[in-house]
């Protein structure tokens, strides 16, 4: 069984700054990809970074520069760095990976449950 366990979100005044982490627990083989989606009321579910276990990273236009990815590849956890937070960072973000488990030749997609993060004053 795999979980995805996100933790870190929260209120925040615009310009402030927030760590998102997300830890893959499980009988994992290989993670080949994590991402952040984020989902705010009324809106769709946009892509916010994805990281590689190559370490290739992309990004949503709106948050580069102040959002960075990193993975820590030996206790299988994903982070995300926020900085300079605006208001319409608001959304409940969510963890998701690409895995390979022992009883699972194949990667499956697998998501969190989410955290809110909430900008404003």
């Known amino acids: 069984q795999v979980q995805l366990v996100e933790s870190g979100g929260g209120l925040v005044q615009p310009g402030g700054s927030l760590r998102l982490s997300c830890a893959v627990h499980?009988?994992?083989?290989?993670?080949?990809?994590i991402a952040w989606y984020r989902q705010a009321p009324g809106n769709g579910r946009e892509l916010v970074a994805r990281?590689?276990?190559?370490?290739?990273?992309n990004y949503a236009e709106s948050v580069k520069g102040r959002f960075t990815i990193s993975m820590d590849n030996a206790k299988n956890t994903v982070s995300l760095q926020m900085n300079s937070l605006k208001p319409e960072d608001t959304a409940v973000y969510s963890c998701?990976?690409?895995?390979?488990?022992?009883?699972?030749?194949?990667?499956?997609?697998?998501w969190g449950q989410g955290t809110q993060v909430t900008v404003s004053t």
């Open positions: 998701n990976a690409n895995i390979r488990t022992y009883s699972d030749p194949i990667y499956r997609n697998y």
């Open positions: 499980g009988s994992i083989v290989a993670i080949s990809s």
């Open positions: 990281i590689t276990t190559g370490v290739t990273t």
